[in-house]
Structures are given as structure tokens and as C-alpha cells.
Nanobody, 122 residues
Framework: QVQLVESGGGLVQAGDSLSLSCAASGGTSTYAMGWFRQAPGKEREFVAAIAWSGGTSYADSVKGRFTISRDNAKNTVYLQMNSLKPEDTAVYYC?????????????????WGQGTQVTVSS
């Protein structure tokens, strides 16, 4: 059983930075991990993923602004978010992939955190 706990969300202004963390209990170092987000009234969407080897994948909307990383010794995945925009406002979820390769498909993920709110004001 894997439990994922996100932290680091908050209220920031446009252009600011924010760093999210996802602490995992249970083994996750040999699996890919991902971040997804859900804005009010919208479906949950892919943000970024990192393979067990460290390879990364990003949604076009965050490429160049967000960076995903992992510390396997700490069983923690991070999402560094720079140059935040109001359209980045959403609940951000951490998830564990069933496999070791990064995927943007939500069906590939079998464990999810409860989410952390990120609000970007204009």
C-alpha cells in the first residue's frame, strides 16, 4: 500500500514561484511519478511526470516554467513552479505510476494523493 501526501500549496501572485512536495510511504523509487491538476469546473489534467530513471515529461502549458524532480532516498517528488499564471490555479495531485516510465495518462497511475490547492492571483 502506498500513501502520497502533497504539501506546499498556497496563494501567490502572478509571476511568483511555488514548490510542491509529495511524500510517499511505501516503495516508489522504481516507479514513475506524476503531477496532475484540476481547476474548478474542469477535468483533471496532466502536468508533469518523472520516470524511475529521472527522465521527465511535461504538458505544453507548463514546459519551461515547471520542473519535476525526485529524491528516491527521501521517497519524495517535487514540482518547482516558476512564473506562475492565474490559469495555473488548481488543486495539484501527486500520483504513482504502475510502471517505471513516465506517462501522461491518468489510467497509468494507481495511487493518488489528496491534493494541495494552488491559487495564483492576477
Amino acid at each position: 500500500q502506498v500513501q502520497l501526501v502533497e504539501s506546499g500549496g498556497g496563494l501567490v501572485q502572478a509571476g511568483d514561484s511555488l514548490s510542491l512536495s509529495c511524500a510517499a510511504s511505501g516503495g516508489t523509487s522504481t516507479y514513475a511519478m506524476g503531477w496532475f491538476r484540476q481547476a474548478p469546473g474542469k477535468e483533471r489534467e496532466f502536468v508533469a511526470a518523472i520516470a524511475w530513471s529521472g527522465g521527465t515529461s511535461y504538458a505544453d502549458s507548463v514546459k519551461g516554467r515547471f520542473t519535476i524532480s525526485r529524491d528516491n532516498a527521501k521517497n519524495t517528488v517535487y514540482l518547482q513552479m516558476n512564473s506562475l499564471k492565474p490559469e495555473d490555479t488548481a488543486v495539484y495531485y501527486c500520483a504513482k505510476d504502475r510502471n517505471k516510465y513516465a506517462s501522461s495518462l491518468q489510467t497509468e497511475y494507481d495511487y493518488w494523493g489528496q491534493g494541495t490547492q494552488v491559487t495564483v492571483s492576477s
